[in-house]
């Protein structure tokens, strides 16, 4: 009796049907793997966007509510006497700009040779980046020019309101610009990107004292020890 083996071999299209379907597999694995890359990505920069706006909705919080009625000097001129300036072009603005001084800088023990008071502008640029300006001393000399800060990037249009007082209905007024020698009773900001669209703050503003500004010795200005000892000097605020 003749006795048979059997075959425990593949056929050629028992092979290739196998690769064909480790091929789709291998597919679908990788457009699935790159869609949840692009997906991890997008939600980095979106959380690195948000954060960008809340970091500059912060600052400019902290420097309008610590605004002071304090004229600086411009180009080591003294009789200035604006304290908040805003409007369409202000500091080289493209859109809407402002300007004022701010109280609070951090100076501990008085050992930075400057004012706990900062000279403070927000301005637009021509790449569509609101900047933050300021100055190391509030007074000064002509041909002195200003820090830049970049804040937020892609920004189309810088909108700044400025509320004086209730009309006679008790209705609050917002006026498109401001040049007073006193700080508004109100600040609305309105910052439109491409991502986020329109966003609008209200800043309500309380009447700082009018802090005067003192004369200059051998050419600096020497303001430091009468706001040192000014009870304002004493309030809130970090750089």
């Known amino acids: 009796m003749q006795s048979s083996r059997a075959s425990y071999g593949f056929t050629l299209i028992e092979i290739l049907v196998a690769i064909l379907i480790f091929s789709l597999i291998a597919s679908a694995s990788t457009a699935v793997l790159y869609n949840v890359i692009q997906a991890s990505e997008q939600s980095k920069a979106s959380i690195e966007r948000l954060q960008m706006l809340q970091r500059t909705m912060t ?3 902290r420097d309008l509510l610590q605004a002071v009625n304090r004229p600086p000097r411009i180009d080591g001129v003294d009789d200035n006497s604006i304290v908040f300036r805003g ?23 008085w050992r930075l040779p400057r004012s706990n008071m900062q000279g403070v502008a927000y301005r637009l640029s021509d790449e569509q980046v609101l900047e933050r300006l300021h100055t190391t001393f509030v ?3 002509s041909g002195v020019e200003p820090k830049i800060r970049p804040l937020l990037t892609g920004v189309t249009d810088l909108n700044i309101e400025f509320m004086r007082a209730k009309n006679a209905r008790n209705e609050i ?3 498109e610009t401001y ?9 609305a900001v309105e910052i439109t990107t491409k991502d986020f669209g329109l966003i ?3 800043f309500a503003l309380l ?20 706001e040192q000892n000014s009870p304002e000097a004493s309030q809130g605020g970090s750089q």
């Open 59 to 61: 600052t400019i919080e």
């Open 87 to 109: 409007g369409l072009g202000v500091m080289n603005s493209t859109h809407d700009g402002v300007s004022f001084v701010r109280n609070g800088w951090q100076n501990p023990m």
């Open 173 to 175: 007024v917002w006026d």
């Open 207 to 226: 009447d700082p004292p009018v802090i005067v500004p003192t004369s200059k010795v051998n050419g600096s200005s020497n303001n430091a020890p009468s």
């Open 179 to 187: 040049t007073e020698n006193s700080v508004p009773k109100g600040v």
């Open 200 to 202: 609008r703050r209200e």
């Open 139 to 141: 007074d000064n000399d």
